[in-house]
């Protein structure tokens, strides 16, 4: 059974940084595709950073050079360090896996966490 559990969130105010994690059971987690996502109040959720088997990332333009994905396959951990923060950063933060073969980037996530809620004050 894939599980796979956020922790890391918090409140924290503009121009800070923050660093989520992924703790990931259950799968192949060194050749999975594997992702964050986010979802703010009243809003879709969007990709936030993605990384793939071939360690090809991706970046949506609203968080380049700010966010940097990153997995530890020794421990299966994956991490998004999150730098710059603004408000419009606020949001609940989704790890979530997929097939080593998805493209960069997907959504076609097969596995999903339950979140982290990010509030990023003025």
């Known amino acids: 059974q894939v599980q796979l559990v956020e922790s890391g969130g918090g409140l924290v105010r503009t121009g800070d940084s923050l660093r989520l994690s992924c703790a990931a059971s259950?799968?192949?987690?060194?050749?999975?595709?594997m992702a964050w996502f986010r979802q703010a109040p009243g809003k879709e959720r969007e990709i936030v950073a993605q990384t793939n088997w071939m360690s090809t990332t991706y970046y949506p333009d609203s968080v380049k050079g700010r966010f940097t994905i990153s997995r530890d396959s020794a421990n299966n951990i994956l991490y998004l360090q999150m730098n710059s923060l603004k408000p419009d950063d606020t949001a609940v933060y989704y790890c979530a896996a997929g097939s080593r073969f998805l493209p960069v980037p997907s959504y076609d996530m097969a596995y999903w966490g339950k979140g982290t809620l990010v509030t990023v004050s003025q």
């Open positions: 259950g799968l192949t987690f060194s050749t999975s595709t």
